[in-house]
C-alpha cells in the first residue's frame, strides 16, 4: 500500500539523499502517540542498532531485529516498536504498541501546528480537541 511507500521515503529508503543528518546508515521514526496525539521522531543507526539474527545452529547472519521504545514528551507513556530486516537490511515489516508511524510530513505539519498553537484558515478547524499546552 501506498503508506508504506511514503513512509519509506520519508525515512530516506530506496537510495533518494535524506538531508537530514547526512550519514547514510541513518534512518528517521516519525511516530504518533495514540494516546496523547503527541509526535515523536527517532533516529536509528541501522549500522549498530538492529540485533544480528542468525541461522539455526549456524552463524549466517539471516536478518536483523530493531527493538525500540519511544516516549513521547507530553503523557510520557512507552510506545515499544520492532523493525525485522533481511540480511541486507531491507525492511521486512514493522510493528508498534500504543502508537502509529507517520510519515515525515505528518510529523512535521503535527509539530507546526503545535508551534503555531492556532491553527489559523489550515482548513482543520472545530475539531473539538481542547489544546491545553502552553
Ligand atoms: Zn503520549
Redesign the pocket.
Known amino acids: 500500500m501506498g503508506v508504506w511507500d511514503a513512509i519509506k521515503v520519508a525515512l530516506g529508503f530506496g537510495g533518494a539523499a535524506g538531508g537530514e543528518g547526512g550519514d547514510r546508515n541513518a534512518m528517521y521514526l516519525y511516530v504518533r502517540?495514540?494516546?496523547?496525539?503527541?509526535v515523536v521522531r527517532v533516529r536509528v543507526n541501522l549500522a549498530n542498532e538492529p540485533a544480528q539474527e542468525f541461522a539455526e545452529g549456524g552463524d549466517t547472519v539471516i536478518g536483523y531485529t530493531l527493538n525500540k521504545t519511544i516516549v513521547?514528551s507530553?503523557?510520557?507513556?512507552p510506545?515499544p516498536l520492532t523493525i525485522r530486516f533481511d540480511g541486507r537490511r531491507r525492511e521486512q515489516g514493522r510493528e508498534i504498541e500504543?502508537?502509529e508511524f507517520v510519515t515525515r510530513e505528518e510529523y512535521e505539519a503535527t509539530v507546526a501546528a503545535r508551534t503555531r498553537g492556532g491553527g489559523a484558515g489550515s482548513g482543520e478547524s472545530g475539531s473539538g480537541g481542547s489544546e491545553t499546552s502552553p
Open positions: 502517540c495514540t494516546r496523547c496525539k503527541d513521547d507530553k503523557c510520557f507513556r510506545i500504543g502508537g
